[in-house]
């Protein structure tokens, strides 16, 4: 979706690194979530936060943190303690009513 | 607590034919459903969702699906299928009593591949 902005498209992290992952809207929505996919698979919820200032672990939080300081903006970072964080990773919004969700184009991280 | 299943990894089916690909779900209130599809290295797109009314659904690409709450299915559906719907499928659903909040449960997806 043209207004949910994810940067970098694809990054290369050595072991020990930490990596912040960009999540940007212009879209005026409050919920905003991440999403890890691994090959050949489906989604699995990391964070997500329902307003500015607060955010719930999802399913897989261990070694990721994240932030909500503006409505527009929800960083992810995959910090070295997460033992395998070589994958794809999305950020979606979520509409209020309905509640269905829109996806970024996603961001692909390779640890070498 | 809610939960999705996509019985089948993949499917194949040639150009012109019919496709379907398989959801059911299990919900303690009642359900919304979508439907997302992922084409490589790209996010999900939403194709159509349920949320009352018709059962049957009409969405993007001419993609439908179909809600049975009996049978607890919600089955995409595209009467003539091309080579370039060959993709990955998702099926979703949101449980609509208070207690289960805002989320929604992804099924594990289910790869169609069209063969000209």
């Known amino acids: 979706d043209g207004g949910i902005t994810q940067s970098p498209k694809y990054l290369f992290r050595k072991e020990g690194q930490n990596v912040t992952l960009s999540c940007e809207q212009n879209?005026?929505?409050?919920?905003m979530y991440w999403y890890r996919q691994d090959p050949g698979q489906g989604l699995r919820l990391i964070y997500y936060?329902?307003?500015?200032?607060?955010?719930q672990k999802g399913d897989i939080a261990e070694g990721y943190s994240v932030s909500r300081e503006k409505k527009e903006s929800f960083p992810l970072t995959v910090t070295s303690a997460q033992k395998n964080p070589t994958a794809f990773y999305l950020c979606a919004i979520q509409t209020s009513g309905t509640g269905e969700l829109f996806f970024g184009e996603g961001s692909r991280l390779t640890v070498l | 607590a809610q939960s999705v299943a996509q019985p089948e990894d993949q499917v194949n089916v040639a150009e012109g034919n019919p496709l379907t690909v398989k959801c059911t779900y299990s919900v303690s209130g009642n359900p919304y459903l979508f439907w997302y599809v992922q084409y490589p290295n790209r996010g999900l797109q939403f194709l159509l969702k349920y949320i009352t009314g018709d059962n049957l659904v009409k969405g993007s690409y001419g993609f439908e699906a179909e809600f049975n709450k009996s049978q607890t299915s919600f089955h995409l559906k595209k009467p003539s299928a091309l080579v370039s719907d060959s993709a990955l499928y998702f099926c979703?659903?949101?449980?609509?009593?208070?207690?289960?909040?805002?989320?929604?449960?992804f099924g594990g997806g289910t790869r169609v591949l069209v063969k000209p």
């Open positions: 936060s329902q307003i500015v200032n607060d955010f």
């Open positions: 879209l005026n929505h409050d919920a």
């Open positions: 979703a659903v949101r449980d609509m009593i208070k207690a289960a909040g805002n989320k929604l449960t």
